[in-house]
C-alpha cells in the first residue's frame, strides 16, 4: 500500500512537469501570435504524458470549431486537478476574451507553486515517515538480537501461549503505527 501511494506520487509529479513543460510551450506559441488551436497542436508534439494527450484533444476540439477548454477535462487522470484548472483559465478566456497567453502564465505560475509547496511538504515530512519505519523496524532487531544471545525468542514467539498473543498483537500494532503515521503525513501535506 506504502508503495503503491509512492509509485503514485512520482507519476503525479512526473505528470506535473510534463504539464508545467505543456503550458510553457503553449503560451510561448500564443505570445508570438499563434492562433490557439495552432499553439495547442504545436505544444503536444513538445509535450509527453498527459499533457501531450490534453493538447492534443484541445487542439482537435478548438479546429473543429469547438471549445478548447473541454479538452482538459479528464476525471481519471492522475492530474484531473490541475488539468480542470488550466481548462476554467481556457473557458474564460474564451468565453470573456481575455488574453488566453496571460491566463494559461498564471495557471501555470500557480501550478508551479504548488508543486513547490507540495515538495516542500512532503520534504518537511520525509523524517516523521523515517522515524516510523525505522521504529516500525525495531521489533525485527530485538528479536535478532535476542536470537544471537540465545535468548531463542522464536521459540518463545512461536511456542510458548503467550508468545502466540504476543506475536499477532505487536505486528498489529507496529501495522497501525505506520499506517497512523501515513494518515498523520498524508493529512500535513494536504
Given at each position: 500500500?506504502?508503495?503503491?501511494r509512492g509509485?503514485?506520487?512520482?507519476?503525479?509529479?512526473?505528470e506535473?512537469a510534463?504539464l508545467?513543460?505543456g503550458l510553457?510551450?503553449?503560451v510561448g506559441?500564443l505570445?508570438?501570435?499563434?492562433h490557439?488551436?495552432?499553439?495547442?497542436?504545436a505544444?503536444?508534439?513538445?509535450?509527453?504524458?498527459e499533457?501531450?494527450r490534453?493538447l492534443?484533444?484541445?487542439?482537435?476540439r478548438s479546429?473543429l470549431?469547438?471549445?478548447?477548454?473541454?479538452?482538459?477535462t479528464h476525471?481519471?487522470s492522475?492530474?484531473?486537478?490541475?488539468l480542470s484548472?488550466?481548462?476554467?483559465a481556457w473557458?474564460?478566456a474564451?468565453?470573456h476574451?481575455?488574453?488566453?497567453?496571460d491566463?494559461?502564465?498564471a495557471?501555470?505560475?500557480?501550478?508551479l507553486?504548488?508543486t513547490?509547496?507540495?515538495?516542500?511538504t512532503?520534504s518537511?515530512?520525509?523524517?516523521?515517515?523515517?522515524?516510523a519505519t525505522?521504529?516500525?523496524g525495531l521489533p525485527v532487531v530485538?528479536?535478532?538480537?535476542?536470537?544471537l544471545m540465545?535468548?531463542a525468542?522464536l521459540?518463545?514467539?512461536?511456542?510458548a501461549?503467550?508468545?502466540?498473543?504476543?506475536?499477532?498483537?505487536?505486528?498489529?500494532l507496529?501495522?497501525?503505527?505506520l499506517l497512523w503515521?501515513d494518515?498523520?503525513?498524508?493529512?500535513?501535506?494536504?
Amino acid at each position: 500500500m506504502r508503495s503503491r501511494r509512492g509509485r503514485g506520487e512520482r507519476t503525479r509529479r512526473a505528470e506535473c512537469a510534463h504539464l508545467l513543460a505543456g503550458l510553457e510551450a503553449v503560451v510561448g506559441e500564443l505570445r508570438v501570435g499563434a492562433h490557439p488551436s495552432a499553439a495547442a497542436e504545436a505544444a503536444a508534439a513538445e509535450s509527453r504524458g498527459e499533457a501531450a494527450r490534453v493538447l492534443a484533444i484541445s487542439a482537435g476540439r478548438s479546429r473543429l470549431g469547438g471549445s478548447g477548454a473541454d479538452g482538459w477535462t479528464h476525471p481519471d487522470s492522475v492530474v484531473a486537478e490541475e488539468l480542470s484548472r488550466i481548462g476554467v483559465a481556457w473557458r474564460v478566456a474564451e468565453e470573456h476574451g481575455l488574453a488566453l497567453a496571460d491566463l494559461l502564465a498564471a495557471a501555470r505560475t500557480d501550478l508551479l507553486g504548488r508543486t513547490r509547496f507540495r515538495d516542500r511538504t512532503e520534504s518537511a515530512l520525509a523524517g516523521a515517515r523515517a522515524s516510523a519505519t525505522v521504529l516500525a523496524g525495531l521489533p525485527v532487531v530485538g528479536v535478532t538480537l535476542g536470537h544471537l544471545m540465545g535468548a531463542a525468542p522464536l521459540a518463545v514467539l512461536f511456542d510458548a501461549p503467550p508468545g502466540r498473543v504476543l506475536l499477532p498483537l505487536g505486528a498489529a500494532l507496529a501495522c497501525c503505527g505506520l499506517l497512523w503515521t501515513d494518515v498523520i503525513t498524508r493529512r500535513g501535506s494536504a
